[in-house]
């Protein structure tokens, strides 16, 4: 991975504070909703799974963009690991937000 400047290390924490944030409100949101059903009111209730996919390397970045192959399995890998932080915040109990933390991108086969 390269290098951050100050700049760009204070931008990911306050994307990832905002992207908590918004998560956190969702959640809130869905826990205060209500579905009316049979004439009775019933309580929604759910938890969230986050993975975080940090910054492409610049030798991603250089002379081609990398195969859709190789970036179609970085994003199965992010949603399985994000499917992985559900199913632990569902364990957790009711209204859980869990992160699966950050996935780096592979280094890209040479061929």
Known sequence: MGSFSCAED?????AARLLNLLL??????L????IEWQGQ????RGGVGMATLLPIPAALHSACAPPPQYVEQVYVELLAAADGA????KQGGRGR???AGEYAWPKLAQT
């Not at 956190?24 to 949101?29: D, G, V």
């Not at 559900?86 to 915040?89: D, G, I, R, T």
């Open 10 to 14: 204070g931008a990911t924490q306050v």
């Open 24 to 29: 956190n409100l969702l959640l809130n949101l």
């Open 31 to 34: 826990l205060d909703m209500r």
């Open 41 to 44: 009111t019933l309580p929604v």
């Open 86 to 89: 559900l199913y632990e915040a």
């Open 97 to 99: 937000l869990h992160t």
